[in-house]
């Protein structure tokens, strides 16, 4: 019953900022890492951004780094992703997607949609004006 759910996707306008959240459920959340990958009309999935377990390492892919922010509350069980100055070529279906994390709980942060064994819905973000 392990369940990612994605939301906060939307229309914006270029320069604009989203927040995506990754909300899961069914699972020890603190024991993965979470990955956000997305998928635009004809191109393959690709990495955006993952955090650790714990929180402790995250990176980003070079397309949205220095506009993009990864966190995440074990708390709450849920991941997010904080979008700005966006642009155009960020439109695109974004999912995230967890992984085993045991061997790694502060260090383990893949960008690597191939070695996700969980995937979320999806939630559409289109930029444009």
């Known amino acids: 019953q392990l369940q990612l759910v994605e939301s906060g996707g939307g229309l914006v306008q270029p320069g604009g900022s989203l927040r995506l959240s990754c909300a899961g459920s069914?699972?020890?959340?603190?024991?993965?890492?979470i990955g956000w990958f997305r998928q635009a009309p004809g191109k393959e999935r690709e990495a955006v951004s993952c955090?650790?377990?714990?929180?402790?390492?995250?990176k980003y892919a070079d397309s949205v780094k220095g506009r993009v922010t990864i966190s995440r509350d074990n708390a709450k069980n849920t991941v997010y992703l904080q979008m700005n100055s966006l642009k155009p070529e960020d439109t695109a279906d974004y999912y995230c997607?967890?992984?085993?994390?045991?061997?790694?709980?502060?260090?383990?942060?893949?960008?690597?949609?191939?070695?996700?064994?969980?995937w979320g819905q999806g939630t559409q973000v289109t930029v444009s004006s």
């Open positions: 997607a967890a992984v085993g994390a045991i061997s790694g709980l502060n260090t383990l942060c893949i960008l690597n949609p191939t070695d996700a064994a969980y």
């Open positions: 069914g699972f020890t959340f603190d024991y993965y890492a």
């Open positions: 955090i650790s377990a714990r929180g402790g390492t995250t």
